[in-house]
């Protein structure tokens, strides 16, 4: 079997577009399928990839870029310009907009479609139906990685035309009374319906929107889950506990640095547990892009925090990264004693799903999905209503005095990665999904 994993913004290498991308890594590797992953990407993430130029035509490898170009057309399925680069070697950036030719393993391909403006508008109709039709010619499966995107929106359509299993990881986020906040409209739910009844299959990574869909009247929704590579991560089981004293305690954040990601609640609340305990008895180490922490942040909200993290810096006892290699990240979330991740940005935080490959608890924002896999307090997680400042920093404050109740929580984590949320699980419910006996 042949399968093409299409994602956008690559670059980020965050969230879904870094699920598909491991999975696909598992598949070659582990499952003697040919998985291939493809992207859009817009100038911004081009450049943070190669800098200015695209590179040019060069030894044989395993990576492929795609390039949309006006001028610069050949006859290969009349609208696609290929680049090849040599052959890439492990993971090392994490969530860096940066050197991308060493984020996969060599037996994974990634090819990427570009032009000019932002991702979501980078191809127009007319390109995304060759390319996909141009799929669909050598590929079993096409499984997109974005619901929402121009890939999505000319696969549906194109449904009847392509003879070959088209399916979606659709992502869903309910965030609530933060669509008012972001102003975002909601969802309109005939839409969801009449777009995704259109592919073959839609797998899903939560209980949560499992049931949801299947509300809607979709019959065509299959869980499928997220997973991390327990295989890799078990070399770093007999990393020490902590690089600090037992005194010191360690708290971690990943992710981006704005508003829907619980940041500026996370600053707050970090230096609210650092008043009670003392700031000599704390580390923090924050991993993630820096963002705007507006426009959606309340002013007030957004200066509080500010005042937090100077305090924080001020004391000495902030780690600050922008990116981390793969080893360095794994390093952080074997020596911490918790992970903070307030985000209602979430279907399943593959954070959490890292943390608990290393028995490592965490606390989470609330929300449908989030609840549907942690099912009871310490269930892996401990959850948080989203913006809850005085809750996040009690519960934190909590759970640090209490050593067996984080061990608790950190097993059970742990035994949700081994019994479902791993890439090898995740990679057996796809194919079986698309109908691929093994």
Same mark, same amino acid.
């Given at each position: 079997?042949?399968?093409?994993?299409?994602?956008?913004?690559?670059?980020?290498?965050?969230?879904?577009?870094?699920?598909l991308f491991n999975v696909a890594k598992v598949m070659?590797?582990?499952?003697?399928?040919?998985?291939?992953?493809?992207?859009?990407?817009?100038?911004?993430?081009?450049?943070?990839?190669?800098?200015?130029?695209?590179?040019?035509?060069?030894?044989?490898?395993?990576?492929?870029?795609?390039?949309?170009?006006?001028?610069?057309?050949?006859?290969?399925?009349?609208?696609?310009?290929?680049?090849?680069?040599?052959?890439?070697?492990?993971?090392?950036?994490?969530?860096?907009?940066?050197?991308?030719?060493?984020?996969?393993?060599?037996?994974?391909?990634i090819s990427m479609l570009t032009a000019r403006g932002?991702?979501?508008?980078?191809?127009?109709a007319k390109e995304v139906t060759v390319f996909l039709?141009?799929? =669909?010619?050598?590929?079993?499966?096409? +499984? *997109? %990685?974005?619901?929402?995107?121009? &890939? $999505?929106?000319?696969?549906?359509?194109?449904?009847?035309?392509?003879?070959?299993?088209?399916?979606?990881?659709?992502?869903?986020?309910?965030?609530?009374?933060?669509?008012?906040?972001?102003?975002?409209?909601?969802?309109?739910?005939?839409?969801?319906?009449?777009?995704?009844?259109?592919?073959?299959?839609?797998?899903?990574?939560?209980?949560?929107?499992?049931?949801?869909?299947?509300?809607?009247?979709?019959?065509?929704?299959?869980?499928?889950?997220?997973?991390?590579?327990?295989?890799?991560?078990?070399?770093?089981?007999?990393?020490?506990?902590?690089?600090?004293?037992?005194?010191?305690?360690?708290?971690?954040?990943?992710?981006?640095?704005?508003?829907?990601?619980?940041?500026?609640?996370?600053?707050? =609340?970090?230096?609210?547990?650092?008043? +009670? *305990? %003392?700031?000599?008895?704390?580390? &923090? $180490?924050?991993?993630?892009?820096?963002?705007?922490?507006?426009?959606?942040?309340?002013?007030?909200?957004?200066?509080?925090?500010?005042?937090?993290?100077?305090?924080?810096?001020?004391?000495?006892?902030?780690?600050?990264?922008?990116?981390?290699?793969?080893?360095?990240?794994?390093?952080?979330?074997?020596?911490?004693?918790?992970?903070?991740?307030?985000?209602?940005?979430?279907?399943?935080?593959?954070?959490?799903?890292?943390?608990?490959?290393?028995?490592?608890?965490?606390?989470?924002?609330?929300?449908?999905?989030?609840?549907?896999?942690?099912?009871?307090?310490?269930?892996?997680?401990?959850?948080?209503?989203?913006?809850?400042?005085?809750?996040?920093?009690?519960?934190?404050?909590?759970?640090?005095?209490?050593?067996?109740?984080?061990?608790?929580?950190?097993?059970?984590?742990?035994?949700?990665?081994?019994?479902?949320?791993?890439?090898?699980?995740?990679?057996?419910?796809?194919?079986?999904?698309?109908?691929?006996?093994?």
């Open positions: 079997m042949k399968i093409a994993f299409v994602v956008p913004k690559v670059a980020d290498m965050r969230g879904g577009n870094r699920l070659n590797t582990s499952f003697n399928v040919e998985a291939h992953v493809y992207s859009i990407e817009d100038e911004e993430s081009i450049r943070a990839i190669h800098g200015t130029t695209i590179p040019s035509l060069g030894k044989a490898g395993r990576v492929h870029f795609l390039c949309f170009k006006d001028k610069l057309l050949n006859d290969y399925h009349s609208r696609i310009l290929s680049y090849v680069t040599s052959t890439i070697n492990d993971i090392v950036n994490y969530p860096a907009r940066a050197s991308i030719t060493q984020t996969l393993r060599p037996s994974t391909f932002s991702w979501r508008q980078s191809a127009d039709e141009a799929l =669909a010619k050598k590929y079993d499966v096409i +499984q *997109i %990685g974005d619901w929402n995107g121009p &890939l $999505t929106r000319t696969a549906f359509l194109l449904s009847e035309r392509l003879h070959t299993i088209t399916a979606i990881y659709p992502f869903y986020h309910h965030f609530g009374e933060l669509n008012r906040t972001l102003r975002i409209p909601a969802l309109k739910h005939k839409m969801i319906k009449s777009v995704l009844s259109e592919f073959d299959r839609v797998t899903v990574s939560t209980p949560y929107e499992l049931e949801f869909f299947r509300r809607l009247g979709l019959s065509n929704i299959y869980f499928a889950g997220e997973g991390v590579d327990l295989e890799h991560i078990s070399a770093y089981e007999k990393a020490p506990a902590s690089n600090h004293s037992g005194d010191v305690k360690h708290i971690l954040y990943i992710g981006v640095r704005g508003y829907p990601k619980g940041y500026p609640h996370f600053l707050i =609340a970090a230096d609210k547990v650092a008043q +009670q *305990i %003392g700031y000599g008895k704390l580390r &923090l $180490t924050i991993v993630g892009k820096k963002q705007e922490i507006g426009p959606f942040s309340p002013p007030d909200l957004a200066l509080e925090s500010q005042k937090a993290f100077c305090r924080l810096k001020r004391a000495g006892i902030v780690n600050d990264y922008l990116s981390v290699s793969e080893d360095h990240k794994n390093t952080l979330i074997a020596s911490c004693d918790i992970i903070l991740l307030p985000s209602l940005f979430e279907t399943i935080p593959l954070v959490a799903l890292e943390g608990w490959a290393f028995k490592k608890p965490c606390i989470l924002a609330t929300s449908p999905s989030v609840a549907s896999i942690v099912e009871y307090e310490g269930d892996g997680a401990f959850l948080v209503q989203f913006g809850d400042t005085e809750g996040l920093a009690n519960k934190t404050l909590s759970l640090l005095a209490d050593e067996d109740n984080l061990k608790k929580a950190g097993n059970a984590g742990y035994r949700k990665v081994v019994e479902t949320y791993n890439l090898t699980s995740v990679c057996r419910r796809l194919l079986d999904i698309y109908g691929c006996t093994m």
